[in-house]
């Protein structure tokens, strides 16, 4: 297991997005940072990421990796995806879309937003409006 190294060059750009996003950059926040958005779009459980760390040679604990996501989610840089209670993924693709959920495979495949059409939504009630549509359709092996 050999400790996740960083170039200059990629420990600054991850840091500025952390500060732009208006967060404090911490070392374990850049390196789970690389983690999350160095391999372009993903869907990432806080499990998938603890192992991932631990992979890596991140010591950390899972208190932070939940604490790490939620933060980055609050700060915008990922969209949450609530499949059932008590499971959720952290999407890296903040543009708008959808999901296919596979069952068998506990996996998130993306929708183009242009693929599903709606129709007229109803209107929320008093003192509420709507902040977003998120639709998962759920799959399963024929």
């Known amino acids: 297991m050999v400790p996740l190294s960083l170039s200059s060059q990629v420990k600054a750009n991850l840091s500025e997005k952390l500060r732009s996003a208006g967060l404090r950059t911490t070392k374990q926040r850049i390196l789970l940072a690389h983690l999350l958005f ?26 932070t990796i939940y604490n790490t996501l939620n933060q980055f989610h609050k700060a915008g840089l990922l969209h949450e995806v609530i499949i059932d209670q008590g499971r959720s993924y952290f999407d890296t693709n903040l543009e708008q879309h959808h999901h296919f959920y596979v069952e068998s495979e506990a996996r998130l495949i993306d929708i183009d937003q242009g693929e599903i059409v709606m129709g007229d939504l109803p209107k929320p009630p008093s003192g509420y409006q709507t902040d977003g549509i998120q639709i998962v359709i759920r799959l399963s092996n024929k």
């Open 38 to 63: 160095g391999a372009g779009n993903r869907h990432i459980t806080a499990e998938i990421l603890f192992d991932e760390a631990s992979r890596s040679g991140l010591r950390v604990s899972q208190a």
